[in-house]
């Protein structure tokens, strides 16, 4: 009967249907309220967090115990312009794709993020330097992304790695920022979400749009 047979195709088919909605929802979903950055006081050491719109942006996204936020940077203030140092695959038209700096601007554009927020460290200004100096030599040396995830190798980086050794040149302990699992086609791995930054006592948060 080919009511029955749609019937449990419907029913087989549901789970991709919800995926394929909510996947939908997070890629079109949003806009990412640059117009509020000019109203945004940067210094040296803030972390800038967004929320992507690429499919892996969503799987970060959904295995972040946060639940927030898929991709983070450091800001350096270059010329009294505020940069963003950060780690992320596929937006470089070379194969390999290196730690990148640009302006902030360019790192919340709406094809790159529907939802972002600045955080700030409660560390001195002489040891926020150490931070962006840290930073900018890994932006320097074009620190190529780190597709291990390995935490214990600085010759390559991923997004949460730059950012947790940079903070580490200016005394940031380490073992107070857990890893978690992230599923992959081949396996798992354990890495850093931008989330254990959000929930750390060593920074606050100074705005979210």
């Given at each position: ?99 990148v700096k640009e302006p902030v601007n ?61 903070y580490q040149a200016a005394g940031l ?37």
């Open positions: 009967m080919p009511s029955r047979y749609f019937f449990i195709l419907l029913i087989l088919s549901l789970p991709l249907l919800l995926v394929l909605g909510y996947w939908i929802h997070f890629r079109e979903g949003g806009l990412s309220g640059k117009e509020q950055l000019s109203s945004v006081v940067f210094q040296d050491g803030d972390l800038i967090f967004r929320r992507g719109r690429s499919a892996e942006s969503m799987a970060v996204y959904l295995a972040d115990p946060v639940h927030d936020f898929s991709h983070i940077g450091i800001v350096v203030i270059d010329g009294e312009k505020p940069f963003v140092i950060h780690a992320v695959p596929g937006e470089q038209p070379e194969a390999v794709s290196h730690v360019a790192f919340l554009e709406d094809a790159k993020a529907s939802h972002w927020a600045v955080y700030r460290s409660k560390l001195s200004l002489e040891k926020l330097k150490k931070v962006t100096l840290k930073a900018l030599d890994f932006f320097d040396r074009r620190t190529e992304f780190d597709n291990d995830y390995d935490l214990t190798d600085d010759s390559r980086l991923y997004c949460t790695e730059l950012v947790m050794k940079a302990e380490r073992r107070l920022y857990p890893e978690n699992e992230l599923k992959f086609v081949m396996g798992t791995k354990k890495i850093l979400f931008p989330g254990v930054f959000i929930q750390s006592p060593d920074f606050f948060r100074v705005c979210s749009y």
